[in-house]
C-alpha cells in the first residue's frame, strides 16, 4: 500500500546513545517532515526537507540531524539523546503548498 | 508565529447525535486547512483538506468548513457513532518562518468519546 513508513515503532535508549529513525515513501513526494508530539504541546516541527539533498530547521531543531540523500527517504538522528526526547515521532510527506499531509505511524522513543 | 486553538478540549456525546468541533487560527495567510484523526497510540488519518479558495469539504457523514477572514474552521459530524470515539486535530497550512516552504501548525486536538 502507498503511504510513509516509519522504522522502528518504538525504541528505548540510554541517556548520551544515539540512533537513527527511517522514514520512507512511494508517493514520489518532493516534501517531507519530522514532527515530534508531546502531551499538551501538539505536534512541533523538528526538521524539513524540500527535496532530495536539502535539508532545513523547523521549530525545534536543537539536538536533532537529518539527511535525505534519496527522494523517498528522511533520516532523523539524534546524536545523544536525553531524556528531553521522550517523544513520538511522526513522519509526513506532501507533494506541494496545494496538497495535504500523509503521515506514517510514528516512532514512540523513550530515553531513560 | 501562527497559532491554533482547539474547543473543547474533550467532548463526550451519546451515539446518533450531531456534533461541532471548532478550530480558530491567528494568521489567515494560510494555504489550506487540515482535518486528522488520531486514535490513541496511532498515526494521523487525513479526513478533509480545505484549500484557501474553498468555503467547505464533505466526506461521508463528515463537513469541514473555513472561515479565513474569521479565523475560523468547523468540523461536523453527523449521526456520531462509538467508532468516531478520537482525537480530531485540525492543522493550518502555511509558510515556515524560517524559510520559504510550507508547513502545518497544528492545535492540541479535541478529545471525542462517543458513548454507546
Known amino acids: 500500500n502507498a503511504g510513509v513508513t516509519q522504522t522502528p515503532k518504538f525504541r528505548v535508549l540510554k541517556t548520551g546513545q544515539s540512533m537513527t529513525l527511517l522514514c520512507a515513501q512511494d508517493?514520489?513526494?518532493?516534501?517531507m517532515y519530522w514532527y515530534r508530539q508531546d502531551p499538551g504541546m501538539g505536534l512541533r516541527l523538528i526538521h524539513y526537507?524540500?527535496?532530495?539533498?536539502?535539508?532545513a530547521k523547523g521549530e525545534v531543531p536543537d539536538g536533532y540531524n537529518v539527511s535525505r540523500l534519496k527522494k523517498q527517504n528522511f533520516l532523523l538522528g539524534l546524536e545523544s539523546a536525553a531524556p528531553s526526547q521522550t517523544s513520538v515521532y511522526f513522519c509526513?510527506?506532501?507533494?506541494?503548498?496545494?496538497?495535504?499531509?500523509?503521515f506514517g505511524s510514528g516512532t514512540r522513543l523513550t530515553v531513560v | 508565529k501562527q497559532e491554533v486553538t482547539q474547543i473543547p478540549a474533550a467532548l463526550s456525546v451519546p451515539e446518533g447525535e450531531n456534533l461541532v468541533l471548532n478550530c480558530s487560527f491567528t494568521?489567515?495567510?494560510?494555504?489550506?486547512l487540515q482535518w486528522f484523526r488520531q486514535d490513541p497510540g496511532k498515526g494521523l488519518t487525513s479526513l478533509l483538506l480545505?484549500?484557501?479558495?474553498?468555503r467547505e469539504q464533505t466526506s461521508g457523514r463528515l463537513n469541514a468548513s473555513l472561515d479565513k477572514s474569521s479565523g475560523r474552521s468547523t468540523l461536523y459530524i453527523a449521526a456520531s457513532q462509538p467508532g468516531d470515539s478520537a482525537t480530531y486535530l485540525c492543522?493550518?497550512?502555511?509558510?515556515?518562518?524560517?524559510?520559504?516552504?510550507?508547513?502545518?501548525?497544528f492545535g492540541s486536538g479535541t478529545q471525542l468519546t462517543v458513548l454507546p
Open positions: 509526513a510527506s506532501s507533494s506541494g503548498t496545494a496538497y495535504g499531509y500523509t
Open positions: 508517493m514520489n513526494h518532493e516534501y
Open positions: 526537507s524540500v527535496g532530495e539533498g536539502t535539508t
Open positions: 494568521d489567515s495567510a494560510i494555504y489550506n
Open positions: 480545505i484549500q484557501s479558495s474553498q
Open positions: 492543522a493550518s497550512g502555511g509558510l515556515i518562518s524560517s524559510g520559504s516552504a510550507r508547513q502545518l501548525t
